[in-house]
Nanobody, 122 residues
Framework: QLVESGGGLVPAGGSLRLSCAASGRTASPYSMGWFRQIPGKEREFVAHIGWAGRRTYYADSVKGRFTISRDNAKNTVYLRMNKLKPEDTAVYYC?????????????????WGQGTQVTVSS
């Protein structure tokens, strides 16, 4: 089970840090990804991180502003979001994949969280 937290309302240019905690049995090693979705639009890849935390990959739209990291001792992955823009407004989901390498393809992830709302005001 994955549980996201940290969403909220923030003005443009502000920052938020999302957390995603995994509980229960986890199939190690596993990679993690963050995705987002606006109502009426398709889910969009944001970032992913490999099991060891050394390999990360970002969507062009967030590169240089967002940072994904993980703490395997806490079974938690984070998404630090800086310089937020109104177009970052969405429901953010974390996902876990029973593979040490992450992917930008949401269909390969095995478990998804319930999502957390991020709203950036202009």
């Amino acid at each position: 089970q994955l549980v996201e937290s940290g969403g909220g309302l923030v003005p443009a240019g502000g920052s938020l840090r999302l957390s995603c905690a995994a509980s229960g049995r986890t199939a190690s090693p596993y990679s993690m990804g963050w995705f987002r979705q606006i109502p009426g639009k398709e889910r969009e890849f944001v970032a992913h991180i490999g099991w060891a935390g050394r390999r990360t990959y970002y969507a062009d739209s967030v590169k240089g502003r967002f940072t994904i990291s993980r703490d395997n001792a806490k079974n938690t992955v984070y998404l630090r979001m800086n310089k937020l823009k109104p177009e970052d407004t969405a429901v953010y989901y974390c996902a876990a994949r029973a593979d040490p390498l992450g992917s930008s393809d949401g269909s390969v992830y095995d478990v998804w969280g319930q999502g957390t709302q991020v709203t950036v005001s202009s």
